[in-house]
Every structure is written in structure tokens, then in C-alpha cells.
């Protein structure tokens, strides 16, 4: 299975720190994508890093990506409240019709 | 536009009952994913489909779940004889699928329908 799991499960930091999320998976891949989901409900798509990438930036999120090792870190810096959440990471498989498959999350929650 | 939309949100139903879950995707997204989330729990895949075909049916839990497809937009997802174990969250979401123009695997997620078998 290509599926990719998530590091730690969960996550409580203070507001204003780092937080760092790790995902690895186990064949290779097209490329990979981190979301959001807050309050058990729909998820919102964050990044999305092709294999070819080794790292990636939007605003406060930094990706990752180690193909050597298959594995990805989500880095969020100077963290908020509001960034509490669950995070997803989701692998793409290189085969034309392979499907998305999620990990199990990690569960983030920033303290104030 | 519109983003991807479900219905009912919420859904109580008796045991042994047969529910119709409904997923309105992106007009013009071709692929179209079904996950199942369990309380405090990470998403798992049930079913997609590519056009109006399901080329994986793989993560259907039982014979009781089917789904399909019609006119490549509307999807239905149908359990038959529910049970307390199907109590969850069902989320759809689709993407533009093989061929976009654009990162045609990026998910954009409905907002799930809630379901609860007494």
C-alpha cells in the first residue's frame, strides 16, 4: 500500500512555536499532498509537493519531501489558535489511475 | 462556483434501515472519491470513481455499500440493512482527474453527512 502515516498522532504546543508533522509512506510516488480538517468535517487542501520537489512554502507552511526516504515533514511556524486541527497527509501513486489514500492524521492543538 | 456539496448533513436512522447518502461534485470534475471517518479517526477510502466508471471498489466494507454514478456528476452512496458500525462521517470529494490542466489530483471535500444508526 502506498498509504502515507502520520508523526505524531498528536501534537500540543504553545501558541507562537513551531509545530512539525511528519508523514512517510511506502511505494514511490507522483506526488504529495497535505490537509486540513477541522471539527471532523470536509478537509481543506493546504500543499501539494511533486516528487520532482524536495521543499515547498505557502505563507506559514514549509513541505518537505525525501523520496530517498519516503517521507514528508509539514512545518507550520509561529503557530495560532486557529491552526488547531487534525492534519492529513495523502500520497499519489505513479500509475495513471491510482487513487489519493490519506493517513490517519496527526492531531495538532495549540495551546494559548 | 459552487464547491463540492452533500446531503442530508445529518442522518439518524434505525438499525436495518437503508440510508442514500448524495454528492454533488465540482461541475467538470471527472473523479469523484467516497471516505468514511470514524470519531477521532483518519479517512477511509471506500470508493472512486473516474466518469461514471468505478475503476476501485476495493475499500467497500461489505455488500451492503454500493454506490454509482450518473451523467459523471451525481453520486449516490447507498448501505443497505445499516448497522451501528456504520455510524460515521461520510465525506465525498472530487478533482478534475486524470488530464487537468492544473494539479488535477487535489481533493476538494464536501462537508460530509453525519451519519447515526440507533
Known amino acids: 500500500s502506498q498509504q502515507g502515516e502520520e508523526d505524531p498522532q498528536a501534537l500540543s504546543i504553545q501558541e507562537g512555536e513551531n509545530a512539525t508533522m511528519n508523514c512517510s509512506y511506502k511505494t514511490s510516488i507522483n506526488n504529495l499532498q497535505w490537509y486540513r480538517q477541522n471539527s471532523g468535517r470536509g478537509l481543506v487542501h493546504l500543499i501539494l509537493i511533486r516528487s520532482n520537489e524536495r521543499e515547498k512554502h505557502s505563507g506559514r507552511l514549509r513541505v518537505t519531501l525525501d523520496t530517498s526516504k519516503k517521507s514528508s515533514s509539514l512545518l507550520i511556524t509561529a503557530s495560532r489558535a486557529a491552526d488547531t486541527a487534525s492534519y492529513f497527509c495523502a500520497t499519489d501513486g505513479e500509475n495513471r489511475d491510482d487513487k489519493i489514500i490519506f493517513g490517519k492524521g496527526t492531531r495538532l492543538h495549540i495551546l494559548p | 462556483g459552487a464547491g463540492v456539496s452533500q446531503s442530508p448533513s445529518n442522518k439518524v436512522t434505525e438499525k436495518g434501515k437503508d440510508v442514500e447518502l448524495r454528492c454533488d461534485p465540482i461541475s467538470g470534475h471527472t473523479a469523484l472519491y467516497w471516505y468514511r471517518q470514524s470519531l477521532g479517526q483518519g479517512l477511509e477510502f471506500l470508493i472512486y470513481?473516474?466518469?461514471?466508471?468505478?475503476?476501485?471498489k476495493s475499500g467497500l466494507p461489505s455488500d451492503r455499500f454500493s454506490a454509482e454514478r450518473t451523467g459523471g456528476s451525481v453520486s449516490t452512496l447507498t448501505i443497505q440493512r445499516t448497522q451501528q458500525e456504520d455510524s460515521a462521517v461520510y465525506l465525498c470529494?472530487?478533482?478534475?482527474?486524470?488530464?487537468?490542466?492544473?494539479?488535477?489530483?487535489?481533493?476538494?471535500f464536501g462537508p460530509g453527512t453525519r451519519l447515526t444508526v440507533l
Open positions: 470513481f473516474q466518469g461514471n466508471s468505478a475503476p476501485d
Open positions: 470529494a472530487s478533482s478534475l482527474g486524470s488530464g487537468g490542466p492544473r494539479p488535477y489530483n487535489e481533493q476538494f
